[in-house]
């Protein structure tokens, strides 16, 4: 049986397994990678670089290429803004999601357990978990590794999806079934 995360996502739908992020490293090529996606993957729309004229002119242009294919597009923004704009859901660190959230998919953000544990107390839908690989993003930074990754997300009370420096190859070889990524997937 599949579950239903949120009241935006029709009841025959799962969580999605696969997770675009977007930003001005793949807006570029953004059309074509979200028509590669299967249908029903997700697309978390950040753009911050873009002026807020520019940025809501650009998610109707993502969420239009998103709905020809089933996808989700969640905005990391507000509660309030995501729905002013027609997104699924939010996506942001689990404080930042809590107030006024209700009827939106709601992912949050965590890197340490302390935020897992946050995610779990604002009942966020699930959590993505980064960065498990060294990325382009945050070049230097340490990472989880797969081993810490599982170890914390065992700890997790709902869905945990992989992030940082993620490929659908690197997915398959941590037997981890949901991941996101920017250049992974781009």
Not at 104 to 116: G, K, M, S, V, Y
Not at 127 to 143: D, K
Request: include cysteine; proline fraction near 6%; aromatic fraction near 6%.
């Amino acid at each position: 049986m599949r579950l239903r995360y949120s009241e935006t996502m029709a009841t025959h739908q799962s969580l999605p397994n696969l997770w675009l992020l977007t930003d001005e490293r793949n807006d570029e090529g953004l059309a074509r990678s979200i028509a590669a996606l299967p249908a029903g993957s997700a697309i978390v729309f950040r753009h911050y670089h873009l002026s807020p004229a520019q940025r809501i002119a650009r998610f109707r242009a993502v969420r239009h290429l998103c709905r020809a294919k089933g996808h989700l597009i969640i905005l990391a923004d507000s509660a309030l803004t995501a729905r002013e704009w027609g997104a699924d859901g939010i996506y942001g660190t689990a404080r930042a999601l809590y107030p006024a959230r209700k009827g939106l998919l709601t992912i949050a953000t965590a890197h340490t357990l302390r935020e897992i544990g946050d995610a779990a107390r604002m009942r966020a839908d699930a959590v993505m978990l980064s960065p498990v690989f060294p990325t382009r993003s945050h070049p230097g930074e340490p990472v989880l590794g797969p081993l810490r990754f599982r170890g914390l997300a065992l700890h997790a009370k709902m869905p945990v999806i992989t992030l940082g420096g993620m490929t659908i190859q690197r997915a398959r070889a941590m037997e981890w079934p949901r991941l996101a990524a920017i250049d992974g997937l781009s």
